[in-house]
Every structure is written in structure tokens, then in C-alpha cells.
Nanobody, 120 residues
């Protein structure tokens, strides 16, 4: 399985971005998937997760109500819609596959990361 994250950029506080994660190598719906983020000097942090079998989603408290995770099984794509962005959302965002857990070590596959910078 290969994952390719894209869509990051520079945005002002209060703005929006949509991250995309393209998957290949295996049927998209084979594993739960998630988004993580990391800033220098800190551990990788769970942001959101999605399962395809039951259509369940989960979010970190820090993004609940502002971010929405979604996917398109036919296109093998996963998305993270980020609204009302805050400077503290600034991080490198990674997509991952293989677990429903919030612990990054439980995930099997990772994308390369895309930088999101939110200016105040």
C-alpha cells in the first residue's frame, strides 16, 4: 500500500484547507485510515480516523467540530476538510492506514506528509 498526501499550504487563521490522500496498492476499504500531525520536537498526534466498513469516524478533541474526515472508495482517496483553522493547527500532516487506534505505532502504512501553516 502506498499513500500520497497533498493539499497543504499557507492559510490565515479562520481559513480552510482540504488535504487529500491518494492510496494505491490495495483496495482502499481494506483498512481503517487516519490523519496525524506533527510539529518539531513533539510526538505525532492523532487528528481523525475513518473506517469504511461501517462508515465510522473519530476526531481528536482539538479538531472536533472544525475538521471533517471523508473518503471516496471508488477513487481510493481520503480527505481532511479543515475549517476555522488556528495557528496551533500548524504542523506536517500525514495520512496513515492500517489501524483504528489513535496511536501512530499501530498504523501499517504512511504517506510522506504535507505542511500546513496557519498564520495569525
Amino acid at each position: 500500500v502506498q499513500l500520497q498526501a497533498s493539499g497543504g499550504g499557507l492559510v490565515q487563521a479562520g481559513g480552510s484547507l482540504r488535504l487529500s490522500c491518494a492510496t494505491s496498492g490495495r483496495t482502499f476499504s481494506s483498512y481503517p485510515m487516519g490523519w496525524f500531525r506533527q510539529v518539531p520536537g513533539k510526538e505525532r498526534e492523532f487528528v481523525a480516523g475513518i473506517t469504511w466498513s461501517g462508515g465510522s469516524t473519530r476526531y481528536a478533541d482539538s479538531v472536533k467540530g472544525r475538521f471533517t474526515i471523508s473518503g471516496d472508495n471508488a477513487k481510493n482517496m481520503m480527505y481532511l476538510h479543515m475549517n476555522m483553522l488556528k495557528p496551533e493547527d500548524t504542523a506536517v500532516y500525514y495520512c496513515a492506514s492500517g489501524s483504528w487506534d489513535i496511536k501512530p505505532n499501530d498504523y501499517l502504512y504512511w504517506g510522506q506528509g504535507t505542511q500546513v501553516t496557519v498564520s495569525s
